[in-house]
Structure formats: C-alpha cells, structure tokens
C-alpha cells in the first residue's frame, strides 16, 4: 500500500514539474510562511464573488460570502506550483486548486508589492497568462 501511495505521489509530482518545466519556469515548494497566507477581504463583492478568501499554509482555504463570518462556506486544497517576483516588485503566484464544490482549476496571482493587495485570475482549464482586470474571472482583494 505505500508503495502504491508513493508512486501516485511521485507521478503527481511528476505531472507538476513538467507542467512548469514546460512553461520555461522551474519548480517551486511552497514554504511555511508564503506571502498569500492569511485572509483577504472585498467588502465591495456581495456574494458572488465571496467577501472573504482564506489561504492556509497547508494548503487548504476557503471563502465565505461574508467577510465577517467565522465559517468558510466553500473549501479547497490547493498547491502552490510557482513563485517568482516581477519587475515591479511584485509577488506573483502560479496555484492549482480543487474546490470541495467539485470544481478544479488554475490561478496566476500578484501580490503588490506592498503586500496589501492581492489579484488574480482564474481558469478550469490552464494557467493564465496575464493579470487582466476584465477577464470574467478576475478577483481583488485586500490583506485582512
């Protein structure tokens, strides 16, 4: 049984450090204390999209339509597959997620280089190439 546990592991690892290799980007192993860490908040968004992110350092979070609740109404795992620093000074993300909702999907995410603000983009598919406000999925937040 770990036998087959470590294979799925090591073709899951795999599957990742390819996908980045092929993007021209090198592997990356999320740290304990990540700058995305923490809880974002858009009191701006009534419900869709939610109020409230959370990112754990162990790669679970949530949202909550309501920033001021405790309870996260939707959950995900997720794993951190890049990280680097633009010219601007800002922290960009790569993260592929599965939501408890039985959605899966892909992020690019820029943390200012103030570390106050968080955006990002999401896709089911692949991994966005830009930061761009109008994309149906983009999401802004602010470090709670």
């Not at 690892?13 to 021209?24: E, H, N, R, Y």
């Not at 809880?39 to 339509?65: A, E």
């Not at 939501?99 to 990002?120: A, C, H, P, R, V």
């Amino acid at each position: 049984m770990k036998s087959i546990l470590a294979l799925i592991l090591s073709i899951t690892l795999a599957v990742f450090t390819a996908d980045s290799i092929a993007g021209g980007e090198r592997a990356y192993f999320a740290k304990d204390k990540e700058e995305l860490y923490g809880t974002w908040i858009n009191m701006d968004y009534l419900s869709r999209p939610s109020q409230k992110i959370v990112f754990n350092s162990d790669g679970t979070g949530g949202n909550s339509s309501q920033a001021d609740s405790n309870e996260l109404t939707w959950k995900f795992k997720s794993l951190i597959t890049g990280k680097w620093t633009d010219p601007e000074g800002n922290i960009m993300y790569k993260r592929h997620w599965v939501g408890d909702w039985g959605e899966e999907g892909y992020s690019l995410l820029k943390i200012s280089n103030s570390g106050n603000t968080l955006e990002f983009v999401f896709d089911r598919y692949k991994y966005p190439n830009k930061i761009d406000p109008k994309h149906p999925f983009y999401r802004k937040y602010t470090r709670k």
